[in-house]
């Protein structure tokens, strides 16, 4: 049976888990993390990097580094949060041809799925990897607050990395869905995650019937570990300009050991009270003096710069309870989720406003990947009855006169549902109605996003107010909206159903798909070469070594030496072929090395 | 160029050796000063003396790579140099004593450019591109690639479209690149680090270096440096050479 992954694509990290054997698991990528950043890089030589080696160069080649793509996956170039990545992010964001953010990378234009789907194709690589066979199917969690289109570029990312996403779920459903997998229990849990770029809190209802609902989320999507970081990098900074007079953020080779430095020290600051930071050669001066940077950094230094980004995501978290209809006292627990909660103050603060202890039965990092894998195996086998009621992230209604914004289904509502509105004409002998079906949070209907239109037409002729519409919204379990307007009197009706767009075409996601295709087979391709020439170097290794002593035992006879005369032979041709590099080759030299190899160990095995 | 003599009447002056004329210190009797060393000079005053010769550049020094530069590249085997540029015995490593702090592995910007040291003379206004273009070509077909890049590196900066500076800088390039890397062992070798943290300090690298040292990981390949690098691909290797010459680096 095909095994369907979970991958959690996170903002500034990424994590993939499968369920084997009724238990999930989450892979560790080849370097042995378990997590993998969610970045892409262009080298000058055109080398795609993904992951951590594409984070250890971001500073050094700052321009051609794509972090933080989720920021803008399904958003419009002109929406407020491409706006504010035009003016942080180091890499060129340029607006696509649907009106959509592009990123350009060296001499390439990319789509932000493309981004997204260079990370995914990497987290399938890996559990490929692990499984030692194909993967094609994958459950991908989006924060609670993403739109349709917004989720619609997430499956079309997954898509152009070759991965049918049998199912989108929310970050928080799937942290408590691992949490809650295999207990009984019917809870109010507050799932508190702070990754790297962001913040989220989400009220969740789990039942014992299996059943996980959100009743409310919120966050904040420019606060996380990075802003940690950067506290630490300016406190050394500062330090180092006080004693040297030099600015390190001048220099990208000593930034980026910086963000490495104020990185791990963070991480280790959660496990003890003080640490050392030692930067030799961190930069040259004037004079061209090597300078160092060496300091002692205690976790109440990093407690103190810390302190008001920890009291920002509660703060938050206060404003949740309450949009919920809660009190801190509902919850009955706290789930912490993202590598930040691992540190003592975040913890401490959380305990305190919540005033429990948060559950320590989860790991931060893996929660979401394990529940999406839990996931995606109840998808696949029908006996599993795992049940996950999401809600919709944003209010859904129409457009009525005065340009307001007409609410049908609430925010938070738990889907599927369906709901209905009376509505009347504003005009005498009025025959058509235009329905603007409309998502967000504002009151005034052009402050939030047009999802679709139609008219409905043919209405009897008669004074305004007098005929009645009926206006029914319905979102089913895999979040389709589909709206449908009745004439009550004739009967008469007209409905539309809202597909996300993502911002490409079905032309564009094709030639896309190919593309990732095609570098994938061409990775796999420089794998296999590769391997190939660490065995025939390991053979030749192992032949040269044992070559004195065959030499030994046949000196005394002519019988042997021939075959003594064919290895050396074909030791001389494995180094031609190593040089060349050519995969069929190298993998025919290696079985004649194998063969002489198992000939030499008999041969000494007998002495 | 001592004071011979009681100098009973003399002043004692200060010396680079003293020695007292009976090998015994007597209260309230003068004593003479013998001078071994050179004469002590003032600031701009002349000691008569020639200059020390400067000390030797560490590292890659450019005749190590000095072959025509026509035919197939092969690379002879380097003999194990120690972290000064002294060849070690047979079957011994490369590693740096940490307790001694050891000059420069590279040359500092005080030490002049390579030309300034080859040619015995300075830079001149004189010396314009005429003189450099010969340098280059002259010292690229002697395979002084290093050398040769720096000429043409100063041709480029007095004429940025200089076309056969810019053609002779790019194959200059290459071929240093080709050559570290040969002397890497390939792309794929992965690179360790032995040397502790605490002595890295003691290696006299500038902060380009350290930079690719702190990058170093338990199982890093060459490519992969090249490619966090932010450096020119022959930079890099330049380095990564280096590092592994001054015993920071082993190849594994």
Redesign the interface.
């Known amino acids: 049976m095909d095994k369907v992954i979970g991958i959690d694509l996170g903002t500034f990290n990424s994590c993939v888990a499968v369920v084997e054997g009724g238990t999930p698991v989450v892979i560790a990528n080849r370097?042995g993390y378990k997590t993998t950043p969610s970045m892409v890089a262009v080298?000058?030589?055109g080398?795609r990097?993904v992951g951590h080696?594409a984070k250890?160069?971001a500073?050094?080649?700052a321009e051609n580094t794509v972090y933080a793509a989720k920021r803008l996956i399904g958003r419009k170039f002109q929406s407020p949060q491409v706006q504010a990545a035009l003016k942080n992010a180091a890499y060129r964001i340029t607006e696509g041809p649907h009106d959509d953010p592009r990123i350009q990378l060296r001499d390439k234009v990319y789509s932000v799925p493309e981004m997204s789907a260079m990370i995914l194709q990497e987290m399938r690589l890996i559990a490929e990897d692990y499984l030692g066979s194909e993967v094609s199917k994958a459950v991908i969690t989006v924060p609670a607050y993403f739109n349709d289109g917004q989720r619609q570029a997430t499956k079309d990312a997954g898509a152009i990395a070759g991965l049918d996403v049998i199912r989108i779920i929310n970050e928080p459903t799937a942290a408590a869905l691992a949490y809650g997998y295999g207990k009984s229990l019917d809870r109010t849990v507050a799932v508190y995650d702070l990754g790297g770029g962001t913040f989220d809190i989400s009220i969740l209802e789990i039942s014992s019937a299996g059943v996980f609902k959100v009743i409310s989320t919120a966050g904040d999507t420019f606060l996380g570990g990075e802003d940690f970081d950067q506290r630490v990098i300016d406190a050394l900074v500062s330090g180092f300009q006080q004693e040297h007079d030099i600015d390190l953020r001048q220099?990208?080779?000593?930034l980026?050991?910086l963000k490495?430095a104020a990185e791990k020290t963070k991480c280790e600051l959660s496990a003890v009270l003080e640490t050392e930071v030692?930067?030799?050669?961190?930069?040259?001066s004037a004079r061209?003096e090597?300078?160092?940077l060496q300091r002692l950094f205690t976790r109440r230094e990093l407690e103190g710069l810390t302190s008001d980004l920890v009291e920002r995501t509660i703060r938050i978290c206060e404003q949740t309870i309450a949009d919920a209809g809660l009190e801190k006292g509902d919850i009955e627990e706290v789930i912490l989720v993202g590598g930040m909660t691992r540190m003592p103050s975040v913890q401490a603060a959380v305990a305190r406003f919540f005033g429990r202890e948060p559950s320590k039965g989860v790991h931060p990092d893996e929660v979401v990947a394990l529940g999406a894998a839990i996931q995606g195996a109840a998808l696949l086998d029908a006996e599993q009855d795992v049940v996950l009621l999401d809600v919709t992230p944003h209010t859904l209604g129409l457009m009525v006169v005065g340009g307001y914004f007409e609410e049908l289904i609430p925010q938070n509502c738990t889907v599927p549902t369906s709901r209905s509105k009376i509505f009347t004409t504003i005009r005498d002998n009025q025959t058509a109605v235009k329905i603007l079906v409309m998502q967000g949070e504002s009151k005034r209907a052009d402050e939030n996003e047009l999802l679709g239109e139609f008219v409905l037409t043919g209405l009897r002729r008669a004074p305004a107010g007098q005929v009645e519409i009926e206006v029914t919204f319905e979102i089913n379990a895999d979040g389709i909206v589909s709206v449908n307007a009745k004439d009550l009197e004739t009967g008469k009706a007209q409905s539309i159903t809202v597909t996300a767009a993502s911002g490409l075409t079905k032309e564009e996601l094709d030639t896309m798909v190919e593309e990732a295709k095609g570098y994938a087979v061409a990775r796999r391709g420089d794998e296999t070469t590769?391997k190939a020439?660490q065995e025939v170097e390991t053979s030749v290794s192992e032949i040269q070594k044992l070559l004195p002593k065959v030499e030994e035992v046949v000196a005394g006879s002519d019988f042997g030496r021939d075959a003594i005369e064919k290895a050396r032979a074909m030791l001389e041709r494995a180094r031609v072929v190593l040089k060349e590099g050519d995969a069929k080759a190298l993998k025919e030299q290696h079985e004649g090395l194998q063969r002489t190899l198992r000939m030499f160990k008999g041969v000494v095995g007998k002495v | 160029m001592g004071r011979d003599g009681d100098g009973a009447e003399e002043e004692p002056e200060a010396g680079l050796a003293t020695a007292w004329q009976d090998g015994r210190s007597r209260a309230g009797q003068r004593v003479s000063l013998d001078f071994r060393g050179a004469p002590l000079a003032l600031p701009g005053e002349s000691t008569g003396r020639s200059e020390p010769p400067p000390p030797p550049l560490l590292g890659l020094p450019d005749g190590a790579f000095s072959r025509p530069a026509t035919g197939a590249l092969s690379v002879p085997p380097l003999p194990a140099l120690d972290a000064w540029s002294r060849q070690l015995p047979p079957g011994t490593g490369s590693r740096r004593p940490s307790s001694i702090p050891p000059p420069p592995i590279f040359p500092t910007v005080e030490s002049n450019d390579a030309l300034a040291l080859v040619g015995g003379t300075r830079l001149t206004e004189e010396d314009g591109p005429p003189r450099l273009e010969r340098e280059m070509v002259e010292r690229f077909e002697l395979g002084d690639f290093s050398g040769a890049l720096r000429a043409a590196e100063l041709v480029l900066g007095q004429h940025p479209d200089h076309a056969q500076a810019k053609e002779l800088s790019a194959a200059c390039r290459d071929k240093l690149a080709a050559l570290y890397l040969a002397r890497l062992g390939g792309g794929q070798r992965l690179l360790g680090r032995v040397i502790a943290a605490s002595d890295v300090r003691w290696l006299g690298i500038d902060h380009r270096a350290g930079f690719l040292l702190s990058q170093v990981g338990e199982r890093t390949s060459v490519e992969e440096l090249l490619d966090v690098s932010g450096m020119p691909r022959h930079d890099a290797l330049g380095l990564l050479a280096q590092l592994v010459d001054a015993g920071a680096l082993e190849v594994k």
């Open positions: 370097g080298t000058e030589a080398k990097l080696i250890r160069q500073v050094t080649n220099d990208r080779m000593a980026q050991r490495d030692n930067l030799p050669f961190i930069i040259s061209n090597a300078l160092h590769e020439r």
